[in-house]
């Protein structure tokens, strides 16, 4: 009997594990075919609205520091509150030495109202004075050195290798892993997953530029509860997976 119960559970690994292999084998999504389409869509219907803070700053000095520093003020945050916000703020300090001249009262005072602006402020010293000690003053191009920094996670990472350093990675926010999962590009419960997805499914040269475009779309039509589909230029091809109700 005992050797019957572990072949069972034997087999059941097993078919399990042949379900695992089989998904990440799987056949890519059928939206896959119309997305460099789509792309082309959402992105020049995103010349008509502000793009995300972060893409503001790209061709101003010191881009990978103010890109690394808005992405951190915006967590949590509206870019129209966090735009203001990180202007403010770099107009006092655009580098780790002139921040760290700067205590965390007054870089409180700057970046309010974001959220969490305290635990912000202080965050953002504590990144300062770790790009100074270990990264010679510069933010660091790679992945695992920037998921060191405080406060810094796989969103804000990737942004700044993306934006900051046109570096391969994906940028996945609450629009990005949203938007991705109503195409039907993945089926994922948390942005985390979806970028883990994203790296399987979606062809390289769209890695870096999703975000932008995604985001705008987000924002501006594609929006949580009910997005503007009737007003929406690839209706015709997105699948609208889990999409109740719709404008
Ligand atoms: S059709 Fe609707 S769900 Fe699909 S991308 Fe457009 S706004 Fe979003």
Redesign the pocket.
């Known amino acids: 009997m005992m050797q019957y119960n572990m072949g069972l559970k034997g087999c059941k690994a097993h078919l399990e594990n042949a379900i695992i292999i089989h998904m990440s084998l799987k056949i890519k999504p059928k939206i896959l075919k119309h997305l460099p389409k789509m792309l082309k869509i959402i992105r020049g219907e995103a010349r008509q609205w502000r793009p995300p803070v972060a893409g503001t700053f790209v061709n101003s000095p010191h881009a990978p520091f103010k890109i690394l520093i808005s992405t951190v003020l915006s967590l949590r945050t509206k870019d129209t509150t966090t735009e203001p916000a990180s202007h403010r703020l770099f107009i006092k300090a655009d580098t780790p030495q002139k921040m760290l001249t700067l205590s965390a009262e007054e870089i409180e005072k700057l970046i309010y109202p974001v959220g969490f602006y305290r635990t912000k402020a202080r965050n953002i010293l504590v990144i300062c004075r770790r790009l100074l000690d270990d990264f010679g003053g510069k933010v660091p191009s790679e992945m695992d050195q920037l998921l060191s920094l405080k406060g810094v996670g796989r969103k804000t990472a990737n942004l700044v290798l993306t934006v900051g350093y046109n570096k391969y990675g994906i940028c996945v926010d609450t629009h990005v892993h949203r ?1 991705s999962n ?1 195409w039907g590009l993945v089926r994922t419960t948390t942005p985390d997953k979806t970028e883990e997805a994203l790296r399987r499914v979606l062809p390289k040269r769209h890695w870096i530029a999703f975000n932008d475009a995604l985001v705008s779309y987000g924002q501006n ?2 929006s949580p509860i009910s ?3 009737s007003r ?1 230029k ?2 015709k091809l ?1 699948p ?1 997976i889990g ?1 109740r109700h ?1 404008r």
């Open positions: 938007i109503r039509l594609c997005p503007f589909c929406c690839i209706a997105c609208r999409v719709r």
